[in-house]
């Protein structure tokens, strides 16, 4: 009837082990943690209290969990079962061993999956589905190591030392398949540890004085590293590669490792045929974003259905907000890198003069920062700038952010893709306009080149540049774009800083909305 109550959703905001953990010291066990001793004696009534709860975000979980002592981490994974909405990251439903999914499986859930910001799950699943093994863990973890477990991993050495030599000095080498004997040493690896994970658990419950430490941290790591280069091994196929990098001189030096070192790695290339399970899974799976472009793109490397609706909605922003303009008379390419910094200065100053207040420009990498940096400091000294640092902690992006003052006026340079080009919002004259000096292609490296190469395999002789380098970098570029205009007020400036933006097929992949005012050489 319409008098009849309805019962609230118990929304559940599950944070990351990290951002939760009350004791970042101690182990996850009850004989080292006060939090896990006795977690499921008191467990019970922690989950009477949390029913009378409002909401379950962080600060209310950890203010009812210490009060029964137990963890607010774990509280909130006990409390999954009773949630009507779950809030988590990517990891909790798309990983390998994704809790979620498992629940979703296990009690026969009908789940709907909402992904905000989907354009993030590529690379997000990509690593999800990729197993590196270094030789340096491998010598760390052999250190620890005796008995049957030592010998196990002294042939893996063995087996790895063959590999290396067969380089023949190459830094990098990909491989279709991985080599059979290499497998065989892995599985004898964990079976030696496993087993004698085993044989301490027994001897630990069979003393008074509790279970002893399973292993070695270093030995346990590795353990666990293994499991998942093997898991992946055992689905390997043509979404993936395998993969040698020999260890730069300085990372071996660094190590203090005599014998040269490398790492091994399964790298995922396309992560389709791992989620596509998950989206089987699901009543729905509904994907959010404004870079969801274009659709085949996302539709074959996030393992959607052929028959996936898409809807392309309308920007709220009108053409009249934003003024763009292409930059043709730059190159940012490398060889022409150190030539376009001194246009790009001139163009910057010009703009600036025209319209002073507060300017964000990209560039590829922190090297090419710093140069036009340098180039604006000589010829522009007037100009206030303030730079993207490498490495930059929380409180240095706040501050960074905190100059982007209502009526403020200055530039600001960051690195594309970075911190400062997704999901930050600087609206009215806080940010009146963005250079971007880059097509944001990924570097040209062995490791993409190796995965255009696979991703022709894949997809089809001649998607493999596009779905490597050219649909990923103007995601990039289309996302910093997206800081001028925040809401139906704002205007602002554009200026992409490269010849290339004017290519006829880089045009098609900007949003519809943007009407490009020209090819110029200077406003």
């Not at 509280?75 to 079962?81: A, M, N, Y």
């Not at 659709?295 to 909605?313: E, H, K, Q």
């Not at 880059?438 to 395999?457: H, I, K, S, W, Y």
């Amino acid at each position: 009837s319409a008098s009849a109550s309805v019962a609230p959703l118990r929304v559940l905001d599950m944070q990351a082990r990290d951002k939760t953990c009350e004791h970042p010291d101690k182990a996850c066990h009850g004989e080292s943690c006060p939090l896990a001793r006795g977690f499921f004696d008191r467990l019970p009534a922690a989950r009477q209290l949390a029913l009378q709860l409002p909401l379950w975000d962080a600060p209310a979980l950890r203010t009812l969990a210490l009060e029964h002592g137990i963890c607010p981490y774990y509280l909130s994974q006990e409390l999954v079962r009773w949630a009507d909405v779950v809030v988590a990251d990517y990891h909790y439903y798309y990983d390998s061993a994704a809790m979620l999914y498992a629940l979703a499986l296990q009690q026969d859930w009908r789940v709907g999956v909402l992904v905000d910001e989907a354009h993030n799950l590529l690379e997000r699943a990509r690593s999800m589905y990729t197993a590196p093994l270094s030789q340096f863990a491998l010598a760390q973890a052999r250190q620890a190591a005796t008995g049957a477990v030592k010998k196990a991993l002294d042939a893996l050495q063995r087996q790895w030392q063959t590999l290396n030599k067969a380089q023949d000095q190459a830094s990098y080498q990909s491989y279709e398949g991985i080599p059979d004997t290499l497998l065989g040493t892995v599985q004898r690896a964990v079976g030696a540890i496993a087993e004698q994970l085993a044989e301490q658990e027994i001897a630990g419950h069979a003393t008074a004085g509790g279970p002893p430490a399973l292993a070695d941290h270093a030995l346990l790591d590795f353990y666990w590293e293994l499991l998942h280069f093997q898991a992946l091994a055992d689905q390997f196929g043509p979404h993936a590669l395998f993969d040698i990098q020999l260890a730069t001189p300085q990372q071996q030096r660094a190590s203090r490792v005599r014998t040269p070192a490398s790492t091994l790695c399964i790298r995922n290339v396309v992560p389709g045929p791992h989620l596509a399970p998950r989206h089987e899974a699901a009543q729905a799976t509904v994907l959010f974003s404004g870079t969801l472009s274009p659709p085949g793109f996302y539709r074959d490397l996030l393992g959607l259905p052929a028959d996936t609706a898409w809807l392309d909605v309308p920007s709220p922003f009108a053409a009249r907000q934003l003024q763009v303009h292409i930059a043709g008379h730059i190159s940012t390419r490398w060889r022409d890198r150190e030539a376009s910094l001194i246009p790009m200065a001139e163009l910057i100053a010009q703009q600036y003069a025209r319209q002073p207040g507060n300017y964000l420009c990209f560039l590829s990498s922190f090297d090419y920062l710093q140069q036009l940096a340098a180039t604006l400091e000589r010829l522009q000294p007037q100009l206030p700038l303030w730079l993207q640092q490498r490495g930059m902690d929380e409180a240095g992006r706040a501050e960074f952010l905190a100059r982007f003052v209502e009526g403020g006026q200055g530039l600001g340079l960051a690195v594309l893709g970075g911190a400062f080009s997704e999901g930050v919002d600087l609206p009215g004259s806080r940010l009146i306009g963005a250079f971007v000096a880059t097509l944001g292609l990924p570097q040209f490296n062995p490791v993409n080149e190796a995965m255009q190469r696979a991703m022709d395999q894949a997809m089809g002789v001649g998607l493999g540049y596009d779905y490597t380098y050219l649909y990923p970098g103007l995601r990039k570029v289309v996302q910093a774009a997206g800081r001028v205009i925040r809401g139906e007020n704002d205007r602002g400036i554009l200026v992409l800083m490269d010849d290339r933006f004017a290519r006829a097929e880089v045009r098609a992949l900007l949003p519809a909305w943007w009407q490009i005012e020209g090819v110029d050489r200077g406003f």
